[in-house]
Nanobody
Framework: VQLQASGGGLVQGGGRLRLSCAAS????????MSWYRQAPGKQRELVAS???????NYADSVKGRFTISRDNAKNTLYLQMDSLKPEDTAVYYC?????????????WGQGTQVTVSS
C-alpha cells in the first residue's frame, strides 16, 4: 500500500484546509484509514480515523471542527479542517491499517505540513 498526502499549507486562525491522501497498491486489504499529526517536540497523535464500514472516530481536540471521509471510487482519504487554531499546527500523516491473523500492519504517507497563524 502506497499513500500520498497533499493539501497542507499556511492558513490564518479560523480558516480551513482540506487534506487528501491518495492510496494505491493492495488497497482492498485496508481495514481502516486515519490521519495522525505530530507537532514539534510532541509525540504523533491520532486525529481521526474511518473504518472500511464508514465508522469514524475523532480526537477530542478536533471534534466538531474536523471531518474525515473517504471516496472509495477515487481511493482517496480526506480530512476537512475548519475553524483552525494555531495549536493545530503540525505535520499531518495519513495512515492505512491492515489486520491479518491478529497482527496490525501500518502504512504511512510522507506527511504534509499544516501551519496555522494567530
Amino acid at each position: 500500500v502506497q499513500l500520498q498526502a497533499s493539501g497542507g499549507g499556511l492558513v490564518q486562525g479560523g480558516g480551513r484546509l482540506r487534506l487528501s491522501c491518495a492510496a494505491s497498491g493492495s488497497i482492498f486489504s485496508i481495514n481502516a484509514m486515519s490521519w495522525y499529526r505530530q507537532a514539534p517536540g510532541k509525540q504523533r497523535e491520532l486525529v481521526a480515523s474511518i473504518t472500511s464500514g464508514g465508522s469514524t472516530n475523532y480526537a477530542d481536540s478536533v471534534k466538531g471542527r474536523f471531518t474525515i471521509s473517504r471516496d472509495n471510487a477515487k481511493n482517496t482519504l480526506y480530512l476537512q479542517m475548519d475553524s483552525l487554531k494555531p495549536e493545530d499546527t503540525a505535520v499531518y500523516y495519513c495512515n492505512a491499517a491492515r489486520y491479518s491473523y491478529g497482527r496490525r500492519y501500518d502504512y504511512w504517507g510522507q506527511g504534509t505540513q499544516v501551519t496555522v497563524s494567530s
